[in-house]
């Protein structure tokens, strides 16, 4: 157990807090940055990443996070292994508690929590994960080129990630449990009118099918919930699209959040409704969840945070 007091508090390791950190430290900081339940955010837990800039060659995402913490260790960030359970904001500096019993004071704070994809919960999804299974379609549909695809959801991220899908894969089938979708009309009829693109209706995965070496997907069972009909569909690839959700808990009734839990940013900033605290990355966006843009907010959070501090000093 120990107090810590800092002029910058970043909560989170993925593509938005290393980005803080090292711009925060950079200006001379000195920012401490609590690493939380996933060091190195979601990037760890896929294989290949293909889009980020500055690498001819996919990195793999370990390997990507990795080099993130050792770039914003070299420049000066503090880096703690350890999650933060507790923000008050009642009084300045702000007060943080975490997990291992430290306090921290800050008189300023960025929240870089991310956001986590929904999954099905299925021991074989998570035997998978990586290995045929997927929760982003923009990060793995390249791999996927003529090969057959499912996408489970039936919002607009399943229809989404399904056309975008078929710019690579031979044939994509979208497996919903009702009989109907949830996502926008006009992106419906984009889908339906697709002739690389088919529904199973009714119906949801009951386990995920593959080969033991090397470990790769080969297929789904599915059962149909009307009927209790079982079938078994051959697919190299499946992807979830059942949902994202902001880590945010630990903000409720603090900051302002949206219906679905993302924390509130003023337009073009990261600034939220209380003064001092700023929120970056995939916790304040749910639309486009890419390391490249949470990467560039954690950098709009910081140099909005440098700004702050600045003002406060006078
Ligand atoms: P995250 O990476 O989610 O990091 C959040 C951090 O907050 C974690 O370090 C976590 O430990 C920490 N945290 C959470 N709660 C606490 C707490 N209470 N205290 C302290 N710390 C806490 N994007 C791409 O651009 N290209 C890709 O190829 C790509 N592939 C992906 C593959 C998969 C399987 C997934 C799930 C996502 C992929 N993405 C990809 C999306 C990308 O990973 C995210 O957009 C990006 O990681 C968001 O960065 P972030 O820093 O906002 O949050
Ligand atoms: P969503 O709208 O919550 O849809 C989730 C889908 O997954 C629903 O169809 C739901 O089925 C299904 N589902 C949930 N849990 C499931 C489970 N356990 N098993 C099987 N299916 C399950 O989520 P989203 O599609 O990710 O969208 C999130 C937000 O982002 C929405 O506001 C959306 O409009 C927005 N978004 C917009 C765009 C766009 O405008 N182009 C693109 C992407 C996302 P039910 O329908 O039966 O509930």
Redesign the pocket.
Known sequence: MAEYTTRLLI?????????AGIYAARSGLKPIL?????????????T?????PGFPVPVY?SEL?NNMRQQAENVGVIIHE????ELDVSSRPFALC??NGNCYKADAVII??????RWLGLESEAKF??FGV???A???GFFYRNKEVAVIGGGNTAVDEAIYLTNFAAKVTLIHRRDSLRADRALQERLFSNPKINVVWNSVVTEFLGSEEPLGLTGLKLKNIKTDEISELSVSGAFIAIGHHP?SD?FKGILELDDEGYIKTRPDSCATNIDGIFA????K?PQ????????G??CMASLEAEKYLAGLKK
């Open positions: 909560i989170g390791s993925g593509p938005a807090g290393y980005t609590v690493a939380g339940p996933q060091v190195g955010g979601q990037l760890t837990i896929t290949e990443v293909e889009n980020f995402g996070m350890d999650i933060i359970t975490s997990e870089a929590t991310g956001a986590s994809a994960r990586g997927s929760g982003c923009t990060c793995d880590n630990l970056a990355g995939d916790i966006d486009f969840r890419q390391a490249v843009i949470a990467a907010s954690g």
